[in-house]
């Protein structure tokens, strides 16, 4: 069954499922928490998100595919990611 989450760009039911586990059921917490936290909250219980799920959900919050993020939005989450994995 889709959700809200999943008429967002970029969510698909596999990661809805992800979020609504995580605790994280509308829009408004996605947007709220942000790419980053949510990121963060799913990678709790699957430490293998990688970079594009990040992307995906920072394109949800925007309401653009994940391929049209703005370079320097990229290159910020990426940036973010890196810093993660080191730790």
């Keep these: 069954m889709m959700g809200e ?7 698909g039911n596999v990661v809805e499922e992800q979020l609504n586990q995580a605790g994280i059921l509308t829009y408004e917490q996605l947007r709220t928490i942000g790419s980053r936290g949510a990121w963060l909250k799913l990678r709790e219980t699957d430490p ?6 990040l992307y995906a959900l ?5 309401g653009v595919p994940k391929s049209q ?3 320097e ?3 910020s989450l ?3 990611f890196q810093g993660v994995q080191k730790k």
Excluded at 48 to 53: D, E, G, M, R, Y
């Design 69 to 71: 993020l703005p370079a």
């Design 73 to 75: 939005v990229k290159s």
């Design 78 to 80: 990426k940036e973010f």
């Design 48 to 53: 293998s998100v990688c970079l594009h799920c």
């Design 5 to 11: 989450l999943s008429k967002r760009p970029n969510i």
């Design 58 to 62: 920072e394109g949800a919050i925007q």
